[in-house]
């Protein structure tokens, strides 16, 4: 399974983003799909979820700000960031755990300038 995110980008602060993370297999509809960030010289943290019903959980530190859904039909599933801040400023990756494999695309970059 391929996975390609797209959508980030240099913004300011308050603006807003939206992620796309695209899989070349319909396996990623029936699986939980989780977003990830990475900020330099800092672990990589897990920001959303979302399983394949569509129930999300968000990171303390996004929730009201960050909503996750999926489009099906388009094997996609997207983040909505909103209220940016520049500590949001990091490389995001989305993620798939598949029976004993775990997939990742190669991030897109959000960087936000205060």
């Known amino acids: 399974v391929q996975l390609v995110e797209s959508g980030g980008g240099l913004v300011q602060a308050g603006e807003s983003l939206r992620l796309s993370c695209t899989a070349s297999s319909r396996v990623f509809n029936y699986n939980k799909v989780n977003w990830y960030r990475q900020a330099p010289g800092k672990q990589r943290e897990s920001v959303a979820s979302?399983?394949?019903?569509?129930?999300?959980t968000y990171a303390d530190s996004v929730k009201g700000r960050f909503t996750a859904w999926r489009d099906k039909d388009q094997n996609t599933v997207y983040l909505q960031v909103n209220s940016l801040g520049p500590e949001d400023t990091a490389v995001y990756y989305c993620?798939?755990?598949?029976?004993?494999?775990?997939?990742w695309g190669q991030g897109t970059q959000v960087t936000v300038s205060s």
């Open positions: 979302i399983t394949p019903g569509g129930r999300t």
């Open positions: 993620n798939l755990l598949f029976g004993r494999d775990d997939y």
